[in-house]
């Protein structure tokens, strides 16, 4: 059975930095690609970044590129948001979410199995 735990969410001050972690668990880590995606109250949940089972491919929402970087560490299985110059619009709940192919994707539907979700608040 999949688990995905995240954590490293908080209360920061725009312009500051966080960084998320997710622990995956329950089946080979690096043969999938991950993503991660977030949902403020009243919207729905959206792409935010999403890497390949090798880190060789990334993809960021244009929101957050040049801000936000996925990074991966097989040998943990873990995954990575490292979150720079934060904006009170990034306020959301940040899921982290594994796919079934090697490929990431940028759709909810293309993610299997999703964590719990951990809250970013970003103060102006």
């Known amino acids: 059975q999949v688990q995905l735990v995240e954590s490293g969410g908080g209360l920061v001050q725009a312009g500051g930095s966080l960084r998320l972690s997710c622990a995956a668990s329950g089946r080979t880590f690096s043969r999938y690609a991950m993503g991660w995606f977030r949902q403020a109250p009243g919207k729905e949940r959206e792409f935010v970044a999403a890497e390949s089972w090798s880190g060789a491919v990334t993809y960021y929402a244009d929101s957050v590129k040049g801000r936000f970087t996925i990074s991966r560490d097989n040998a943990k299985n873990a995954v990575y948001l490292q979150m720079n110059s934060l904006k009170p619009e990034d306020t959301a709940v940040y899921y982290c979410?594994?796919?079934?192919?090697?490929?990431?994707?940028?759709?909810?539907?293309?993610?299997?199995?999703w964590g719990q979700g951990t809250q970013v608040t970003v103060s102006s």
């Open positions: 979410a594994e796919s079934n192919t090697v490929v990431p994707g940028m759709r909810v539907a293309q993610y299997a199995y």
